[in-house]
C-alpha cells in the first residue's frame, strides 16, 4: 500500500510510524508530511530518509491509505482533496466522528462498519473513549447495557506535547524552589499554567477539554465520551455520564466505571467475559505505568455496584497515545485491506 502519515512529527504521528514497522504493515511506499513549519525537514523510517511534505500543499494522487493527526481543522480543510485523490482517510481528530456518514471504528468492537465507507474516511475515536470500548462492548452483549457513569483520570500527553512541556517543567521549577507541598498551601509558589486550566503538576484538575457553550456545564471531552460511546457500541439511548479530570501523569488514561445491565451479571462472570475479549488484559492493578506501550487496554477491580440492580464497577488503563490513537489507526488500516 501506499500509505501517507500527516501529522509526523507530531506524538500521534511518530507512534503510527513505529507502529507501521514493528507491525510489518505492507507499506509499498510511504510519504511523511506535516504543517508548513515543519516542511523540509526530514526523518528516518525503516533506516531511510524521508522529507517531510506540506499537508497543506501536498499532491495527495497515489496514496491509498491516509493516516491523519493533523488536527481537526487540517482534517476538515484537507479532506475533500484527500479523498478527491481516491486516498482513504482515516483520521484521528474529532472532525468527523459523529458524522452520520462516517464509521467511527474499534476494529477489536464493531469493524463491520467499515463496509460503509460513503465519504471515503474512517473517524478514529478519542483516546478516552478508545480504553473503554473493548470492555463495555462484550460486557453489554452478555448482560445488556443501560448506563455508564465514567470518571476518566487523564494524562497530560492527551494535551499534546505542549502538555506534556507544561508537567515537566512545573515539576522541575517546584523541584527547584523545593516547595513544601505539605504545608505551602500558596499556588503562587507554582509555576503559572498556560496550558491547563489550574498547576497540573501534583495536583488534580477536574477538566478535561473546553467548558460547552450550553446548559449543560460539560466539557468537550465528557460530550465526545458519552456521544461516542453511543455511536460505536450502536447503542443510542444508552444512559451515559461523565466527568473527566485531568492528572500529574505523562502517559496512559484511566477510567472508573460504574454500569447497569438489563440482567444480573456477577463480577465472576465479568471476569470470564473479558478474560476471552480481544484488546483486553485482565490486571489485579491496572495503571498508567503498567498500560504504556502496551496494546490491550487493563481491567480490574471488578465489583458488585450495589447503588443499582444489575451493577457493576471497574477500573480501567490504557495508553493513550498508542492504543488510545496510533495503534487503533493502523488496526483500522489493516481491517480495510484484509477485507
Not at 500509505?3 to 511506499?29: C, D, H, I, Y
Not at 465507507?117 to 483516546?127: D, Q, S, T
Not at 467475559?273 to 485482565?282: D, F, I, R, T, Y
Request: hydrophobic letters at 45%; a negative charge; glycine letters at 6%.
Amino acid at each position: 500500500m501506499n500509505v501517507a502519515v500527516v501529522g509526523a512529527t507530531g506524538q500521534v504521528g511518530g507512534v503510527m510510524l513505529r507502529l507501521l514497522k514493528e507491525r510489518s504493515f505492507p507499506v509499498k511506499n510511504l510519504r511523511v508530511m506535516a504543517s508548513t513549519r515543519s516542511a523540509g525537514r526530514t526523518i528516518i523510517w525503516a533506516d531511510e530518509t524521508y522529507e517531510i511534505e506540506d499537508a497543506a500543499t501536498a499532491n495527495y494522487k497515489g496514496i491509498d491509505i491516509a493516516l491523519f493527526s493533523a488536527g481537526k481543522d487540517a482534517s476538515k480543510q484537507l479532506a475533500p482533496k484527500v479523498t478527491a485523490a481516491g486516498a482513504i482517510m482515516i483520521d484521528n481528530s474529532s472532525a468527523w466522528r459523529m458524522d452520520p456518514k462516517v464509521p467511527l471504528v474499534v476494529p477489536e468492537v464493531n469493524a463491520h462498519a467499515l463496509h460503509n465507507l460513503n465519504k471515503g474516511i474512517v473517524a478514529n475515536p478519542n483516546c478516552t473513549t478508545m480504553v473503554a470500548m473493548p470492555v463495555l462492548k462484550p460486557l453489554s452483549q452478555a448482560a445488556g447495557l443501560q448506563r455508564v457513569i465514567y470518571t476518566s483520570y487523564q494524562a497530560v500527553s492527551g494535551g499534546g506535547l505542549a502538555g506534556v512541556a507544561e508537567l515537566d517543567e512545573q515539576v522541575r521549577q517546584i523541584a527547584n524552589k523545593a516547595v513544601d507541598l505539605t504545608y505551602d498551601n500558596n499556588t503562587t509558589s507554582f509555576p503559572k499554567p498556560s496550558v491547563f486550566a489550574a498547576p497540573i503538576a501534583f495536583n488534580v484538575i477536574p477538566e478535561c477539554g473546553t467548558r460547552l457553550d450550553d446548559d449543560s456545564n460539560e466539557t468537550s471531552e465528557e460530550r465526545k465520551l458519552a456521544e461516542e460511546s453511543r455511536k460505536i457500541l450502536e447503542l443510542p439511548d444508552l444512559l451515559v455520564s461523565a466527568t473527566c479530570a485531568r492528572v500529574p501523569v505523562f502517559t496512559g488514561h484511566c477510567l472508573a466505571i460504574n454500569t447497569e445491565f438489563d440482567a444480573p451479571i456477577e463480577p465472576e462472570q465479568a471476569h470470564h467475559v473479558l478474560a476471552k475479549a480481544e484488546g483486553v488484559s485482565m490486571n489485579n492493578l491496572p495503571t498508567p505505568l503498567a498500560a504504556t506501550g502496551i496494546d490491550k487496554t487493563l481491567v480490574g477491580r471488578i465489583r458488585v455496584d450495589p447503588t443499582v440492580k444489575n451493577g457493576l464497577a471497574l477500573f480501567l488503563a490504557g495508553d493513550n497515545l498508542r492504543k488510545g490513537a496510533a495503534l487503533n489507526a493502523i488496526q483500522i488500516a489493516e481491517a480495510l485491506i484484509t477485507a
